[in-house]
């Protein structure tokens, strides 16, 4: 199993920045990939940005290309979402999610809230 806890959300204007973490515990050996989705309301769940444990390869939605990154510390399993030149599109609860491709498995922490203000 993987527990996933989420923090660094809150309210920011519009233009600010925010950085999410993401901590990871238990089986995070056999973690392939994380990432960060989200979902505002009345809206399905989308994938902000993922990053590949092994090689550090990294894939973002259109929407945040250029404002966001994503990072990882293996040493504090920890991943990173900073976000920069927010928008109020950007409104969401934002996930943090990690996949374990040997078993097909895929976790999710409980969430954090995005508000960005016009």
């Known amino acids: 199993q993987v527990q996933l806890v989420e923090s660094g959300g809150g309210l920011v204007q519009a233009g600010g920045s925010l950085r999410l973490s993401c901590a990871a515990s238990?089986?995070?050996?056999?973690?392939?990939?994380m990432g960060w989705y989200r979902q505002a309301p009345g809206k399905q769940r989308e994938l902000v940005a993922n990053?590949?444990?092994?090689?550090?390869?990294?894939n973002y939605a259109d929407s945040v290309k250029g404002r966001f990154t994503i990072s990882r510390d293996n040493a504090k399993n920890m991943v990173y979402l900073q976000m920069n030149s927010l928008k109020p599109e950007d409104t969401a609860v934002y996930y943090c999610n990690a996949f374990r491709s040997i078993f097909h498995q895929e976790y999710w922490g409980q969430g954090t809230q995005v508000t960005v203000s016009s």
């Open positions: 990053i590949i444990t092994s090689s550090s390869i990294t």
């Open positions: 238990g089986s995070i050996f056999s973690i392939s990939r």
